[in-house]
C-alpha cells in the first residue's frame, strides 16, 4: 500500500475505507499508519464496525480506530498514531514498535500500566442518559433494537443497519417525560413495545406499522408514585392463555394491569405485611425492592417471582441495622403465594433475571451485595450451579444474551463500571470483562444479526449505547495497573540496588504505593497498602531518599523503597488523635536546613512547623500561621537554590522564609475554597505559581511588588476545574475535579505549562502568553501529571502513561 506523503484528495479520505472492507486488507492497511493516519476515522470505524467487528480478529490499529474515531477525528494526522497508541494499549494490550511511530509526532507513547479493557464498539451518542434498552423480534425474523432515554425519547435500530456506516435509526417516537422500561406485549399480528413512562403512562407502539396504536393511563395510586416507579418495578407477563400484562409492585404488593385498558387483572399479589412502628421495631419488617422476574414452571405454571428486603430495626432510635435479601413468588392465575426464599444477602437485591438451563427448565439468577449472583431453581426452591464470584463491585443489572451453538450468557454490570459474561451452571467467565466506554452501564440487552454475530448491548448515562462481542479472546489483565491519584519523582541514588535509575512513586485510589522504573514502567517494589495522602520525597543524611506518608486520619510514616519497610513514625501523644477525632499532621514537603540536613515541612491545622526526620524531633519553636480559612500550602524554589514556603488562604497566597518564620511577600485576592496552588518551575528560570480557581489558571508572579496587593498574573490559562458529580458511578474522590498540572517542560526549545484534567486532554500552554500550544486526548480522565527528564507521565483513571516529545 503506497504512503500518504501529504492529505489525501475527500474521495480518498473517506471511501478508500470501504474498498478496503470489501478486500478485507485490514492488516495491509494497519501496517501503513501513515495511510491510516490521513483517512477518516470515523469512515474507518464505520467499515470495521460493518463486515469486521465480530466477525473477524481486526489488527491493533484497526481496533483502535473503530474505539477511538470520535478521539482520532478531533486531532491532526500527526497526532493520530499517538492516539492509537495509548487506545491499543488499552484495548488491544500493545504499544506499537519504534519503527512504526510518525517522526513529526508531537508525542510518541513510551510505556504505558493501564487497565486493560474490551472492545467496545460505539452506536450512537447523545446527551441525554440512556435508561432502557430493549431487543426484539419482527414476523420476518429481523430484530429491532429499542433506545428508551432520558428526554422522553424512543429510537429503534435495525439489527442489520447498526453496523451499518449511517447508523440512521429506522424510527422515533418522542415523549414529554423520560422513558425508564421498554417491554414488549404479544397480540394477535406480532408484538407490540411499550415505553413506560415517569408518569404511569404506557405508550404502545405497532414496528411493523412504524406507528403508534394508542397508551393507557395505570392508576396504581399513591403508592407507587415517584421514586417508586424505577424501571425494573414494571415487568412484561405473559399468561399460560396468551395474553400480555403488566405487573408493578410497590414496597409490599403487586398488581397486573392490560396495558391497552390501562385496568388492572386478576387477584392482587399480596407480599410482606405492613406493620406499625412498634412490630418492626421489635421484630423487623420486610418489604419488596421492585426488582420482578417472571418464570414458567416444568408443569407449565407461570409465577411471578419479586425481590424484597428483611430490616431488623434498632429498638432506641428506629433505624436500619440489618438488612438481608428476600424472594417472594406467587402463581400469577391464582396468586396464591408459592414459597418465600431467604437468599443469603445482606442488603437488597439489586437485579432479578432468569437464566434458561440446558435441559429446558429455567432458573433465577440473583444479585445483591458483594458482587456475588446465585441461580435458584424456582420450583424447589433450591440453588443451581455455582455462585458467581468474580465481580469488582456490587451488581447493580443483570441480563442474558444468547452466544453461538445454543449456549447462553449471564451478563452482569457492577458499580465499577464493569460488564461481565458468565457461564450460568459452571461460573467461569466468558470472553474479557467489558467496560463502559465513558460512564456506567444503566441498561442492557442482547442483539443478535442475521448472519449468526451476538452482541452485549449497553446504554449509559452519558448517552452512548455500547456493543460487545461477548465471546471476544480474553486477555490477562495488569494487576498493578489502575486509578494513579498522586505521581512523585524520585532523585537518583548512585550505586543504590533500585535507585541507580530515575523513580517514580504513584498512589493509587485504594490508598496503595507503587514504585516505577521511570524510564520503563517496570515496578521496583512490592506494593505498598494503606499509603493514603501525598507523597513527599526526603532526602536523609546518609544519602538515602525516603517518602513521607499520610493523609491526616493516621501518624506520618517514612518508608524506605530501597529496603521496602517503614523507618520512622511522627506519633502524637494528643488522645484525641488517637480516637480520630482531630486530624493527625501531615507531610507538605521539605526544605533545606541548617548543617545540610533536610527538614520536612508539617501541616497541623492552621500550622506549619519543621520536623527532623534523621532525629524524629520538632526543629525549634517556628511556627508559621496559614492565616484564617487556610487552603494549602508547598515550597517553591528560586533559581539560586534558595527555597520558599508558600501557604494560600481564602485571603490570598504568602510566602514565607523556613528558616527564620519572616513574611517575603504576598499576593491579596480573594480565593475560593477549592482554589489549588501548584508551583511551576524551569531550570534556572523564575519560578510561577498557578492557581486554579472554577473557570481559569492564573500563572502569578508572587515576587512581584509593581501590582496592587503585591503579585502579578504572568498569563491567564483558559482551563480549570471540572463540574463534581455526585453519581453513584462517579464518586467525588480526592483530587478528581482538580487540574493536574506540570510545568518543567520544553518544546521547540521553550518552555511550557503541561495541564490535564477530568475532560482527559493533556495541553500545553505559552507561560508568557496564556496560549494554548497543543492538545492531545489520551482517551481517560487526568489526575497527576509529573514531569522527569525527558517524559511526561500521566496519572489517570486507567492507570500509568509515559510521553515522549
Same mark, same amino acid.
Given at each position: 500500500? /503506497?504512503?500518504?506523503?501529504?492529505?489525501?484528495?475527500?474521495?480518498?479520505?473517506?471511501?478508500?475505507?470501504?474498498?478496503?472492507?470489501?478486500?478485507?486488507?485490514?492488516?495491509?492497511?494497519?501496517?501503513?499508519?501513515?495511510?491510516?493516519?490521513?483517512?477518516?476515522?470515523? /469512515?474507518?470505524?464505520?467499515?470495521?464496525?460493518?463486515?469486521?467487528?465480530?466477525?473477524?480478529?481486526?489488527?491493533?490499529?484497526?481496533?483502535?480506530?473503530?474505539?477511538?474515531?470520535?478521539?482520532?477525528?478531533?486531532?491532526?494526522?500527526?497526532?493520530?498514531?499517538?492516539?492509537?497508541?495509548?487506545?491499543?494499549?488499552?484495548?488491544?494490550?500493545?504499544?506499537?514498535?519504534?519503527?512504526?511511530?510518525?517522526?513529526?509526532?508531537?508525542?510518541? !507513547?513510551?510505556?504505558?500500566?493501564?487497565?486493560?479493557?474490551?472492545?467496545?464498539?460505539?452506536?450512537?451518542?447523545?446527551?441525554?442518559?440512556?435508561?432502557?434498552?430493549?431487543?426484539?423480534?419482527?414476523?420476518?425474523?429481523?430484530?429491532?433494537?429499542?433506545?428508551?432515554?432520558?428526554?422522553?425519547?424512543?429510537?429503534?435500530? $435495525?439489527?442489520?443497519?447498526?453496523?451499518?456506516?449511517?447508523?440512521?435509526?429506522?424510527?422515533?417516537?418522542?415523549?414529554?417525560?423520560?422513558?425508564?422500561?421498554?417491554?414488549? !406485549?404479544?397480540?394477535?399480528?406480532?408484538?407490540?413495545?411499550?415505553?413506560?413512562?415517569?408518569?404511569?403512562?404506557?405508550?404502545?407502539?405497532?414496528?411493523?406499522?412504524?406507528?403508534?396504536?394508542?397508551?393507557?393511563?395505570?392508576?396504581?395510586?399513591?403508592?407507587?408514585?415517584?421514586?417508586?416507579?424505577?424501571?425494573? *418495578?414494571?415487568?412484561?407477563?405473559?399468561?399460560?392463555?396468551?395474553?400480555?400484562?403488566?405487573?408493578? %409492585?410497590?414496597?409490599?404488593?403487586?398488581?397486573?394491569?392490560?396495558?391497552?385498558?390501562?385496568?388492572?387483572?386478576?387477584?392482587?399479589?399480596?407480599?410482606?405485611?405492613?406493620?406499625?412502628?412498634?412490630?418492626?421495631?421489635?421484630?423487623?419488617?420486610?418489604?419488596?425492592?421492585?426488582?420482578?422476574?417472571?418464570?414458567?414452571?416444568?408443569?407449565?405454571?407461570?409465577?411471578?417471582?419479586?425481590?424484597?428486603?428483611?430490616?431488623?430495626?434498632?429498638?432506641?432510635?428506629?433505624?436500619?441495622?440489618?438488612?438481608?435479601?428476600?424472594?417472594?413468588?406467587?402463581?400469577?392465575?391464582?396468586?396464591?403465594?408459592?414459597?418465600?426464599?431467604?437468599?443469603?444477602?445482606?442488603?437488597?437485591?439489586?437485579?432479578?433475571?432468569?437464566?434458561?438451563?440446558?435441559?429446558?427448565?429455567?432458573?433465577?439468577?440473583?444479585?445483591?451485595?458483594?458482587?456475588?449472583?446465585?441461580?435458584?431453581?424456582?420450583?424447589?426452591?433450591?440453588?443451581?450451579?455455582?455462585?458467581?464470584?468474580?465481580?469488582?463491585?456490587?451488581?447493580?443489572?443483570?441480563?442474558?444474551?444468547?452466544?453461538?451453538?445454543?449456549?447462553?450468557?449471564?451478563?452482569?454490570?457492577?458499580?465499577?463500571?464493569?460488564?461481565? =459474561?458468565?457461564?450460568?451452571?459452571?461460573?467461569?467467565?466468558?470472553?474479557?470483562?467489558?467496560?463502559?466506554?465513558?460512564?456506567?452501564?444503566?441498561?442492557?440487552?442482547?442483539?443478535?444479526? =442475521?448472519?449468526?454475530?451476538?452482541?452485549?448491548?449497553?446504554?449509559?448515562?452519558?448517552?452512548?449505547?455500547?456493543?460487545?462481542?461477548?465471546?471476544?479472546?480474553?486477555?490477562?489483565? $495488569?494487576?498493578?495497573?489502575?486509578?494513579?491519584?498522586?505521581?512523585?519523582?524520585?532523585?537518583?541514588?548512585?550505586?543504590?540496588?533500585?535507585?541507580?535509575?530515575?523513580?517514580?512513586?504513584?498512589?493509587?485510589?485504594?490508598?496503595?504505593?507503587?514504585?516505577?522504573?521511570?524510564?520503563?514502567?517496570?515496578?521496583?517494589?512490592?506494593?505498598?497498602?494503606?499509603?493514603?495522602?501525598?507523597?513527599? @520525597?526526603?532526602?536523609?543524611?546518609? #544519602?538515602?531518599?525516603?517518602?513521607?506518608?499520610?493523609?491526616?486520619?493516621?501518624?506520618?510514616?517514612?518508608?524506605?523503597?530501597?529496603?521496602?519497610?517503614?523507618?520512622?513514625?511522627?506519633?502524637?501523644?494528643?488522645?484525641?488523635?488517637?480516637?480520630?477525632?482531630?486530624?493527625?499532621?501531615?507531610?507538605?514537603?521539605?526544605?533545606?536546613?541548617?548543617?545540610?540536613?533536610?527538614?520536612?515541612?508539617?501541616?497541623?491545622?492552621?500550622?506549619?512547623?519543621?520536623?527532623?526526620?534523621?532525629?524524629?524531633?520538632?526543629?525549634?519553636?517556628?511556627?508559621?500561621?496559614?492565616?484564617?480559612?487556610?487552603?494549602? *500550602?508547598?515550597?517553591?524554589?528560586?533559581?539560586?537554590?534558595?527555597?520558599?514556603?508558600?501557604?494560600?488562604?481564602?485571603?490570598?497566597?504568602?510566602?514565607?522564609?523556613?528558616?527564620?518564620?519572616?513574611?517575603?511577600?504576598?499576593?491579596?485576592?480573594?480565593? $475560593?475554597?477549592?482554589?489549588?496552588?501548584?508551583?511551576?518551575?524551569?531550570?534556572?528560570?523564575?519560578?510561577?505559581?498557578?492557581? @486554579?480557581?472554577?473557570?481559569?489558571?492564573?500563572?502569578?508572579?508572587?515576587?512581584?511588588? $509593581?501590582?496592587?496587593?503585591?503579585?502579578?498574573?504572568?498569563?491567564?490559562?483558559?482551563?480549570?476545574?471540572?463540574?463534581?458529580?455526585?453519581?453513584?458511578?462517579?464518586?467525588?474522590?480526592?483530587?478528581?475535579?482538580?487540574?493536574?498540572?506540570?510545568? %518543567?517542560?520544553?518544546?521547540?526549545?521553550?518552555?511550557?505549562?503541561?495541564?490535564?484534567?477530568?475532560?482527559?486532554?493533556?495541553?500545553?500552554?505559552?507561560?508568557?502568553? #496564556?496560549?494554548?500550544?497543543?492538545?492531545?486526548?489520551?482517551?481517560?480522565?487526568?489526575? /497527576?501529571?509529573?514531569?522527569?527528564?525527558?517524559?511526561?507521565?500521566?496519572?489517570?483513571?486507567?492507570?500509568?502513561?509515559?510521553?515522549?516529545?
Amino acid at each position: 500500500m /503506497a504512503v500518504a506523503t501529504e492529505t489525501p484528495n475527500p474521495y480518498i479520505a473517506h471511501h478508500l475505507a470501504a474498498h478496503i472492507a470489501e478486500a478485507g486488507a485490514w492488516q495491509e492497511l494497519a501496517d501503513a499508519p501513515q495511510v491510516l493516519d490521513h483517512l477518516e476515522p470515523r /469512515a474507518v470505524a464505520a467499515e470495521a464496525l460493518r463486515l469486521g467487528y465480530g466477525r473477524t480478529r481486526l489488527p491493533g490499529p484497526v481496533t483502535a480506530t473503530l474505539v477511538a474515531r470520535d478521539l482520532l477525528a478531533s486531532v491532526a494526522p500527526k497526532d493520530r498514531e499517538t492516539v492509537r497508541a495509548l487506545t491499543m494499549a488499552r484495548f488491544v494490550g500493545a504499544v506499537p514498535a519504534d519503527g512504526t511511530r510518525r517522526a513529526d509526532a508531537t508525542w510518541t !507513547v513510551r510505556w504505558t500500566r493501564l487497565r486493560r479493557d474490551l472492545l467496545p464498539a460505539v452506536l450512537t451518542d447523545r446527551a441525554s442518559p440512556v435508561e432502557a434498552l430493549r431487543a426484539f423480534s419482527l414476523p420476518d425474523g429481523r430484530q429491532l433494537l429499542a433506545v428508551g432515554t432520558h428526554d422522553g425519547r424512543v429510537r429503534l435500530w $435495525d439489527s442489520e443497519s447498526v453496523l451499518d456506516a449511517d447508523m440512521s435509526p429506522v424510527g422515533e417516537l418522542a415523549y414529554d417525560r423520560p422513558v425508564h422500561t421498554l417491554e414488549t !406485549v404479544a397480540r394477535p399480528g406480532g408484538e407490540i413495545l411499550l415505553a413506560v413512562g415517569v408518569d404511569r403512562t404506557v405508550h404502545l407502539w405497532d414496528p411493523v406499522a412504524r406507528s403508534t396504536v394508542g397508551s393507557s393511563v395505570l392508576d396504581t395510586g399513591a403508592a407507587c408514585e415517584g421514586h417508586a416507579l424505577l424501571a425494573p *418495578a414494571w415487568k412484561a407477563v405473559r399468561l399460560p392463555d396468551g395474553r400480555s400484562l403488566i405487573a408493578v %409492585c410497590d414496597t409490599h404488593n403487586v398488581r397486573l394491569w392490560d396495558p391497552f385498558t390501562g385496568e388492572p387483572v386478576g387477584p392482587e399479589l399480596v407480599g410482606p405485611e405492613s406493620l406499625t412502628v412498634a412490630q418492626a421495631i421489635s421484630e423487623g419488617s420486610q418489604s419488596l425492592d421492585g426488582v420482578l422476574a417472571p418464570v414458567t414452571l416444568p408443569d407449565g405454571r407461570a409465577l411471578l417471582v419479586a425481590g424484597g428486603t428483611s430490616r431488623v430495626l434498632d429498638s432506641i432510635d428506629g433505624s436500619t441495622d440489618f438488612m438481608y435479601g428476600r424472594l417472594w413468588a406467587w402463581d400469577i392465575t391464582t396468586g396464591e403465594l408459592v414459597w418465600k426464599l431467604h437468599t443469603g444477602y445482606s442488603g437488597t437485591l439489586t437485579a432479578l433475571t432468569t437464566v434458561p438451563l440446558r435441559d429446558g427448565r429455567q432458573a433465577l439468577a440473583t444479585a445483591g451485595g458483594g458482587g456475588v449472583v446465585r441461580l435458584f431453581d424456582p420450583e424447589g426452591p433450591t440453588q443451581v450451579g455455582e455462585w458467581l464470584h468474580g465481580n469488582g463491585a456490587d451488581v447493580v443489572g443483570a441480563s442474558t444474551v444468547r452466544l453461538r451453538h445454543d449456549r447462553t450468557a449471564l451478563v452482569t454490570v457492577g458499580g465499577d463500571r464493569t460488564v461481565r =459474561a458468565w457461564d450460568p451452571l459452571t461460573g467461569t467467565p466468558v470472553g474479557a470483562p467489558m467496560s463502559a466506554h465513558n460512564s456506567g452501564v444503566r441498561a442492557l440487552t442482547s442483539l443478535h444479526i =442475521a448472519d449468526g454475530r451476538a452482541f452485549v448491548a449497553g446504554g449509559g448515562e452519558d448517552g452512548t449505547v455500547q456493543l460487545w462481542d461477548p465471546e471476544s479472546v480474553g486477555h490477562i489483565d $495488569d494487576p498493578l495497573a489502575g486509578p494513579v491519584h498522586q505521581l512523585v519523582s524520585m532523585p537518583v541514588r548512585p550505586g543504590a540496588i533500585r535507585q541507580s535509575r530515575p523513580l517514580l512513586a504513584s498512589v493509587n485510589a485504594d490508598n496503595t504505593l507503587h514504585l516505577w522504573e521511570a524510564s520503563s514502567g517496570l515496578p521496583m517494589a512490592q506494593p505498598l497498602e494503606v499509603s493514603a495522602g501525598r507523597p513527599v @520525597t526526603v532526602p536523609i543524611p546518609d #544519602g538515602r531518599t525516603l517518602l513521607a506518608l499520610g493523609d491526616g486520619k493516621c501518624p506520618i510514616r517514612l518508608w524506605d523503597p530501597e529496603s521496602h519497610r517503614g523507618v520512622r513514625t511522627k506519633r502524637s501523644r494528643n488522645p484525641l488523635r488517637r480516637l480520630h477525632l482531630i486530624d493527625y499532621p501531615t507531610a507538605v514537603a521539605t526544605v533545606p536546613w541548617r548543617d545540610g540536613r533536610t527538614a520536612v515541612v508539617v501541616r497541623n491545622g492552621p500550622s506549619l512547623s519543621l520536623w527532623d526526620p534523621a532525629s524524629g524531633r520538632d526543629l525549634g519553636s517556628l511556627r508559621i500561621s496559614m492565616g484564617l480559612n487556610p487552603l494549602d *500550602a508547598g515550597t517553591i524554589s528560586l533559581p539560586g537554590g534558595r527555597t520558599m514556603l508558600f501557604t494560600s488562604s481564602q485571603e490570598g497566597i504568602k510566602l514565607w522564609d523556613p528558616t527564620t518564620g519572616a513574611r517575603i511577600a504576598e499576593w491579596n485576592r480573594k480565593l $475560593d475554597n477549592r482554589t489549588t496552588i501548584i508551583p511551576v518551575t524551569w531550570p534556572d528560570a523564575h519560578p510561577l505559581l498557578a492557581v @486554579t480557581e472554577e473557570e481559569v489558571t492564573h500563572l502569578v508572579d508572587p515576587f512581584s511588588e $509593581d501590582a496592587p496587593g503585591g503579585g502579578r498574573v504572568r498569563a491567564t490559562l483558559a482551563v480549570g476545574f471540572q463540574p463534581p458529580t455526585s453519581h453513584p458511578d462517579h464518586p467525588l474522590l480526592p483530587g478528581r475535579h482538580r487540574l493536574a498540572l506540570a510545568g %518543567c517542560l520544553t518544546r521547540e526549545g521553550r518552555p511550557v505549562v503541561a495541564t490535564g484534567g477530568h475532560d482527559g486532554a493533556l495541553r500545553l500552554w505559552e507561560p508568557e502568553t #496564556g496560549e494554548l500550544v497543543h492538545a492531545l486526548p489520551v482517551g481517560a480522565p487526568i489526575n /497527576a501529571l509529573l514531569a522527569t527528564d525527558n517524559l511526561l507521565v500521566i496519572g489517570s483513571r486507567d492507570g500509568l502513561i509515559a510521553l515522549e516529545s
